[in-house]
């Protein structure tokens, strides 16, 4: 994606950029927080590469030079980028990192490094990282890219300059899932999930979030009207369907989008993660207050959180 196709995508984040560029006034640090596939990466590697090309035009670099195409595969030595090892970010990997900060760039004043899913860093690898952003000992621009800002330490945001993405239009995502052979109701769920995983379940393997999705609707049934039943299906039916904690995370993500189409039908809004439960949904939200719907919200987000712990799955989803 170029800066123009960017500008389009996402104008607001864009034209913030763009200025601080002109004006010679970059923040040291910044976090790029937003859904996937709102284009974060691109605009981080982009900003990157208008800092390095020598053929900016209007502060967007020209895709095409030695610079620019580096960064873009790679392997430019002063544009280092961070990405989980596994299920998170270590800290001999925030170490490496600023061993290699400490060094003077090779070809530039400045270095910069991109932490892709910078809420996944460890807590060690968190401390460690906002050591090196309160005391940098060489010119460095951080571009902490998350979907979880709040999951992040709050002393690293403070340091930082927060940029919100705004959502990728959900409409679209959800035709392209349905051109890679989703079905109608599993491409709305699949919109709403981070690319990787979305991509994971088309097609064929769209049966099991379709499962899935039966199992939220069956569950929070119960929450509301068969509470004794609860257990049982949990131990049954969800932890048999959710198997490993990647899955629950699904699992919870897709209980999640419910509360939050609760809260659309509050509002008498649209674009529905469950489209065609607009009935029981508008029958759930009498029974509710907004703050009843909100906490329910934050509780499956403390969930997802305790996920990350390695507890109990059972002793998870039963609390």
């Known amino acids: 994606m170029d800066w123009n196709e960017m500008q389009v995508q996402q104008p607001m984040v864009m034209n913030m950029l763009k200025r601080s560029i002109e004006k010679d006034r970059l923040a040291h640090a910044y976090i790029f927080e937003g859904m996937r596939g709102a284009g974060k990466k691109a605009a981080a590697m982009l900003t990157a590469q208008s800092l390095f090309c020598p053929?900016?035009?209007?502060?967007?670099?020209?895709?095409?030079?030695?610079?620019?195409?580096?960064?873009?595969?790679?392997?430019?030595?002063?544009?280092?980028?961070?990405?989980?090892?596994?299920?998170?970010?270590?800290?001999?990997?925030?170490?490496?990192?600023?061993?290699?900060?400490?060094?003077?760039?090779?070809?530039?004043?400045?270095?910069?490094?991109?932490?892709?899913?910078?809420?996944?860093?460890?807590?060690?690898?968190?401390?460690?990282?906002?050591?090196?952003?309160?005391?940098?000992?060489?010119?460095?621009?951080?571009?902490?890219?998350?979907e979880n800002v709040h999951f992040m330490l709050d002393t690293i945001i403070s340091r930082s300059q927060k940029i919100s993405f705004a959502p990728?239009?959900?409409?679209?995502?959800?035709?392209?899932?349905?051109?890679?052979?989703?079905?109608?109701?599993a491409a709305s769920l699949l919109?709403?999930?981070?690319?990787?995983?979305?991509?994971?379940?088309?097609?064929?393997?769209?049966?099991?979030?379709?499962?899935?999705?039966?199992?939220?609707?069956?569950?929070?049934?119960?929450?509301?009207?068969?509470?004794?039943?609860?257990?049982?299906?949990?131990?049954?039916?969800?932890?048999?369907?959710?198997?490993d904690r990647e899955e629950l995370d699904i699992g919870l993500d897709l209980l999640l989008f419910w509360y939050r189409d609760l809260l659309t039908v509050k509002y008498g809004q649209?674009?529905?993660?469950?489209?065609?439960?607009?009935?029981?949904?508008?029958?759930?939200?009498i029974l509710m207050s907004e703050t009843e719907v909100a906490k329910r919200l934050q509780l499956i987000l403390d969930a997802k959180r305790r996920l990350r712990a390695n507890v109990n799955a059972q002793l998870l989803m039963e609390h």
């Open 191 to 243: 919109a709403r999930l981070p690319d990787e995983i979305g991509d994971s379940y088309t097609g064929e393997n769209s049966d099991w979030i379709v499962q899935g999705r039966a199992l939220v609707i069956q569950l929070v049934e119960e929450v509301h009207y068969r509470p004794q039943q609860m257990l049982l299906t949990l131990q049954e039916k969800w932890l048999t369907h959710f198997k």
């Open 168 to 185: 990728p239009e959900l409409e679209k995502r959800s035709v392209l899932f349905e051109e890679q052979g989703a079905s109608k109701t």
């Open 55 to 146: 053929n900016t035009q209007d502060t967007a670099p020209c895709g095409s030079c030695s610079e620019c195409r580096r960064i873009k595969h790679g392997n430019h030595p002063d544009v280092m980028i961070l990405e989980p090892e596994g299920a998170s970010i270590k800290k001999a990997q925030v170490e490496s990192l600023q061993k290699e900060l400490t060094y003077k760039g090779m070809e530039t004043e400045v270095k910069i490094y991109i932490v892709d899913d910078a809420d996944k860093m460890t807590a060690s690898a968190a401390n460690s990282l906002l050591k090196f952003l309160e005391e940098p000992e060489s010119p460095t621009l951080a571009l902490l890219l998350t």
């Open 270 to 285: 649209q674009n529905l993660a469950y489209p065609d439960q607009s009935e029981r949904l508008e029958k759930q939200v």
